[in-house]
């Protein structure tokens, strides 16, 4: 097969989705970062600011970072499996290294503190997404980085990866929301209640994150837009097929 056979065009409006959804995400950084420097006082470690390191870290990793993690094999449709596969990959230890700072941060600050720990629905929900997420990626680790694992098993699990990448990202960005309500009411109580402009600013947060969440499970659900199989794929899934006589693996 001649190398311009095995490129496949981008579909028109797929960089526009695409560009959007970043717009969106780096928003949602960019307020969340402004909201704890305008009404919580900043960013610092020791200090009694050192719990403002939480829901920057968790919404830029957890949600931000992991939401482009998934859009990778969207954006990068013609280069080489195994590179899009690493860049993937990298994107989720970032992800998974800074949440790892905010949920130390979270918990140093309690511990300092003498607050209870674990006792909020978004504590437990955020556990839950950090063990489920760390899981995710030693399991697709094993799968699909590391040289051990079959073609036929890989071809298996697939869809459990990418269905559980996906509601791992949808719990990632409803645990963010509910760790947003819970900071309000912490705060402001019944003046909540009043438009009080702290409480606007995270209002519109939310709704930003809720609509980066749908842009980027927008892009990933087009079926049209799934990378192609490339040309040595293509091959591998002939001889999978020859020898098991089942369907030939497609691409994520």
Known sequence: ??????????????????????????????MTGAWLGLYRGGIAWESALQFNVHPLCMVTGLVFLQGDALLVYRVFRNEAKRTTKILHGLLHVCAFVIALVGLVAVFDYHKKKGYADLYSLHSWCGTLVFVLYFVQWLVGFSFFLFPGASFSLRNRYRPQHVFFGATIFLLSVGTALLGLKEALLFKLGTKYSMFEPEGVLAN?????????????????????????????????????????????????
Request: charged residues 15%; contains cysteine.
């Open 204 to 252: 519109v947060l939310g709704v930003l994150l809720a609509c980066f969440a749908v842009a980027v499970l927008y892009i990933l659900t087009r079926r049209d837009w799934k990378r192609p199989p490339q040309a040595e794929e293509q091959a591998l899934s002939m001889d999978f097929k020859t020898l098991t006589e089942g369907d030939s693996p497609s691409s994520q």
């Open 1 to 30: 097969m001649e190398h311009t056979a095995s490129v496949a065009s981008t579909p028109k409006v797929l960089p526009y989705y695409v560009a959007f959804s970043q717009l969106l995400g780096l928003t949602v950084v960019a």
